[in-house]
């Protein structure tokens, strides 16, 4: 089986060859936890969660480590925590956990590691060490600031602008506006930053202060998939600078020539030509679109939203109708229907579905066979012999079957009768009580009562216990009916 993806780097569609197909490693980087998340936001979550949901059906769901951070220090969340007068802690937990739950209603899969970059500080502070003894980095000012034009005399390194395909001229010009007096060279990015005493702030060599935004990436990635791993994504917009500063930072540090072998950028989220965003005002969140009627006067579902976003190949900008979910609704409605009322065969995956998935997630092609999978189920229990449609039961439920087995690998799930668990939420949930299980053996209460909060929040019962023959704590859950 052969998987292409396309690579921002090498700017072709490649055949993908894992580092240690023992072992598939992605870093994706997440949200900045200061506000709801828009469905825009979404748009890397669902395109990488469909790529982890393929790695794993292809390399075994315990060769793939999926990597996804939040990013839990920034001035957008000082500035937050100020205005609504709480602690910074509080508007980052509270934050965190929305997303959590709105992406898991949008049927994504737990990350295997979700890191945050406050906890990842000791790392960061040895990166630029090593960057400043290398010679590309240097402190002025209460700042430390990667040197770009040094990179040149990094041997092994890439040519700076070498991911975002950007000539050193076209950097420079777009850095030349307002260039602090401390830096260098006008090209030169932050990694470590001065705090003032009411902003959070962490000891260093260079004094209280915190980290730029890219070198939280570069910590993460190195400290869970290490010095080099296979596949770096994110939306289109963090090519440059994020990835850009991401790829100098990591190779200079680690004297290697690739930071990941292969990046992935997805397009936009758009309404009326233009991108989705917070500064423009015309976003809606994910909170709204499911829990609301402002889109199109109605709530619509995870699965729904779902099935919108992947219409469209994730590498083109996608346009966000109402008439574009309107269809999704109907589709899947039909999809259910067809199977709560007959039934289906074991749920597999097509191979012909699979190649579509594994040439660079072609997911409108992956929809096109998924049509007509339907359309043949429903030829053969509703009429309508069309010439293709199944000739006997067992080939009719064979044929559902591949139909729940397909849209179960884009992560859309069409045989949960109304009552029962949906599986994203099942793996959710068991994660924060196992999590929850051992801050109890630790006897880290507060940590314990946070993550019960988190678990109750998902519309789940607790049931704590102790183990009979160890006396250990246990816990069972069920959904609050
Ligand atoms: P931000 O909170 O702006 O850092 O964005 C978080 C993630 O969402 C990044 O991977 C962005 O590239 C991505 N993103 C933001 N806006 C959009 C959009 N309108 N369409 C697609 N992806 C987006
Ligand atoms: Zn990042």
Known sequence: MSLKLYNTL???????????????????????????????????????????????????????????????????????????????????????????????????????????????????IAIIERLIARGVAYAADGHVLFNVPAMAGVPGAPAYGALSNRSLDEMIAGARVDVAPYKRDATDFVLWKPSAADEPGWESPWGRGRPGWHIECSAMSWKHLGEVFDIHGGGIDLVFPHHENELAQSTCAFGHSVMANVWMHNGFLQVEGEKMSKSLGNFHTIRELLETDSFGGRKWDGAELRLAMLRTHYRQPIDWTVDALEEASRTLARWRNTIRRNGAGPAEPTQEFIEALSDDLNTPKALTLLLGYGARVNQFFHGGAGADAPRDEEEALALAGNLVGCAALLGIALDVAEEEVAPELKAQVDALVARRLEARKAREWAESDRLRDEIVALGVVLMDGKDAATGQPTTTWELKR
Do not use: W
Not at 49 to 64: C, I, N, P, S, T
């Open 10 to 124: 090498t700017r072709r569609k490649d055949e993908f060859v894992p580092i240690d197909a023992a072992n598939v490693r992605m870093y994706v980087c997440g949200p900045t936890v200061y506000d709801y998340a828009h469905i825009g936001n979404a748009r890397p979550v669902i395109v990488f969660d469909v790529l982890f949901r393929l790695l794993r059906a292809l390399y075994g769901e315990a060769h793939v480590t999926y990597v996804r951070n939040i990013t839990d220090v920034d001035d957008k969340i000082n500035a937050r925590a100020a205005e609504r007068g709480v602690s910074i802690r509080e508007v980052t937990e509270e934050t965190a956990r929305i997303f959590r739950e709105d992406v898991a209603a949008l049927g994504c899969l737990p990350p295997t590691v979700e890191p945050r970059a406050t906890e990842h500080i000791a790392e960061m």
